[in-house]
């Protein structure tokens, strides 16, 4: 391959080499964010199922774009693709909240999408779940870029199933508690996936964390089910009240009081549509964007993650692209915390392979000369 004899630089604040051939002296992961591939960061492409086995990436990009499931506005099928394309940044980011490059301790890659066709809600979850199953199985931690919130039933079932019989705690961020029995007598909508992965014994209810709901929903009888089945609640009002860190380390305890990992469920829309317009069901008075990012760091940088999606990015009613751009730290932050924790923890590092699609990313490690 050409470009592995490019000279990789990581990062884009050096003069290139002089007498340099223009055409060929960058390689695609150093090159500016809107030229060249469109994959996470323009992290590796791995789609095929057996290539994820043979590499067994920590950490695995899986788009799931489908929004057959909303009840309001659609329009999330496309939030893969403006999660993948909000950044300005290319090559070795640096993270300034954790003092890390997490692509230099981390192998990610982009997995691809599930293979979601329009019109079948049933096809579309049985596709996802399968290709959240072959990420995990791979060894590798999947982020999952929705698309409306059912997938998550899908998402986070596969990856109980992978982690059984370890326990599973959801961590899950949302304007919206998403339990109801069904939408208009539909089960798998995107305001009834919480309730399915409950009902099926994916998650214990008591271990169902629930971070940011305000609004107008859902109603006496639904709340009365939660608590039945011993949900833990955390209103918008108890994070304006103690402030979102406090209640945070409460949802994390509430989480792992028994199991042993946790996946962790964003809806774009527990910010506040001031700051993430761009979704399907915008609730006023929800969180800060910075106020997430800490609560995700907060939360990946104390526990063993085993999954994540950020949901609900509808990039048609987004404004200069900030609810995307929102969703991608969301993403970015994760990993920089996942990587934090392999440093912090004596841990070695396993860099992303770049621009060497398929090969083993450890011969691009500098500790492994
Ligand atoms: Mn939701
Ligand atoms: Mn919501």
Redesign the pocket.
Known sequence: MASETRRHRGHNDEDPPAGGDPYTEYDDFDLPAYVGRTSFQKLPELSDDAALRARHPDVAIVGAPLDEGVSHRPGARFGPRAIRAATYHAGSLNSLQLGIQPFEWLDVVDAGDAPIIPASLERGHAVIRRKVLEVARSGAIPIVLGGD?SITFPSASAVAEVVAPRGLGIVHF?A?A?TANSSWGVLAS?GTPMRRLIDSGAVAGRNFVQVGLRGYWPPPETLEWMRQHELRVHFMTEIEERGAEAVVADAIAEALDGPELIYLSV?I?VLDPGMAPGTGTPEPGGMLTRELLRAIRQIVGAVELAGMDV??VAPAYDVSEITAAAAHRCVMEAISALAARRRDRGGTPRPSGRTRDGSDPDEASPAAG
């Open positions: 919130h949302d919206h998403d995107h809806d829309d949901v609900e």
